[in-house]
């Protein structure tokens, strides 16, 4: 089983290249932010919970997430794999996905990291808030607060993967086909 954390900055491209890597090795994409988004739009109590860290820019507690995520996986018993796409973003996290993982028979393969500049983050964000409607894109303190929440909370674990020898940066800088080439080259090693 192929099971890949796509990791990132907010704005590094990782629901863009989701899409190609979902189609190319035939994975089940699970995005937080997607379920997030799902759950606020339907106004589930689990999406109004999760609005409320969301729209301060900060990450919603560990628990829910998890329990999200856990859901997600058992409703798909027959996938070759898993793009984990915003998640985990805490070690802790990392962990449970871990011992979850375990559970199923299975364990992450890689991290593969779109390593993106911060100032183009920025204006990736600002044009994203102009085509897809979300409002947390187009309010610069609220971009610059989940910039410096995924800079002190979320980065360090690269370096929970990077002890177990599954970490793998890649260039987010290009053409969307030539950064998932630069993907699937690091997937196609596995």
Request: net charge negative.
């Amino acid at each position: 089983m192929l099971n890949l954390v796509l990791f990132g900055p907010p704005g590094a491209g990782k629901g863009t290249q989701s899409e190609s890597l979902v189609e190319r090795y035939q994975l089940v994409h699970l995005s937080t932010g997607d379920l997030f988004r799902f759950n606020i739009k339907n106004q589930t109590e689990l999406g109004v919970l999760a609005k409320s860290f969301m729209d301060q820019g900060s990450l919603v507690p560990d628990s829910v997430t998890i329990s999200m995520l856990k859901d997600a996986v058992n409703k798909n018993p027959q996938a070759k794999g898993f793009i984990f796409d915003g998640f985990p973003r805490t070690n802790a996290q990392a962990e449970a996905l871990d011992v979850f993982l375990t559970t199923q028979g299975t364990a992450i393969t890689s991290m593969v990291a779109l390593e993106v500049a911060e100032d183009e983050l920025k204006l990736r964000l600002a044009a994203r808030a102009k085509t897809s409607g979300r409002v947390d894109d187009a309010n610069p303190l609220v971009i610059q607060h989940r910039i410096d929440v995924y800079n002190n909370e979320t980065a360090p674990v690269k370096n929970y993967y990077e002890a177990q020898n599954k970490y793998n940066g890649v260039n987010g800088i290009g053409s969307i086909s030539e950064i998932t080439d630069r993907l699937a080259s690091i997937i196609d090693s596995f």
